[in-house]
């Protein structure tokens, strides 16, 4: 019996639409990091939690810390086209922009923020259902 999995294993070309759809994601979440390093107060009311006092911009400078790793961890995987990484971390990070519209829910409703995120792991999902889908020949 032949036991071979469902998931593409074949590498992802800087010359498919599809590496260019997932690269959207990490190349914006590294800007949207850089922002809340640079600009925390107008990165946080992007983000849907308006932040004025100074006192707070280390918990900025944090998230953008993390925004930008999270990029960053994804990057060399996609670069190198190993493509089956690439979909597994994909799929793992969609954890990140469910919960933070989950934060805005909580905080402000359906406040106009909570569908950049939400709208962010849809699109992730969609990308990371084609990274993970098994191609056929």
Do not use: E
């Amino acid at each position: 019996m032949n036991m071979t999995s469902a998931t593409d294993t074949s590498t992802l070309g800087k010359n498919s639409p599809l590496f260019w759809c997932t690269l959207l994601v990490p190349i914006g979440i590294i800007a949207i990091g850089i922002n809340f390093i640079l600009n925390p107060v107008g990165a946080s009311a992007a983000y849907g939690i308006p932040i004025q006092d100074p006192s707070a911009f280390p918990f900025m400078w944090i998230k953008g810390i993390r925004d930008i790793f999270s990029g960053l961890v994804i990057l060399p995987f996609l670069l190198r086209g190993d493509r089956r990484t690439t979909a597994t971390l994909y799929a793992i990070a969609i954890f990140i922009p469910l919960s933070d519209g989950l934060v805005i829910l909580a905080r402000l409703g359906f406040a106009p923020p909570i569908y950049i995120h939400w709208g962010t792991a849809a699109f992730m999902t969609v990308v990371a259902a084609f990274l993970l889908r098994k191609r056929t020949a």
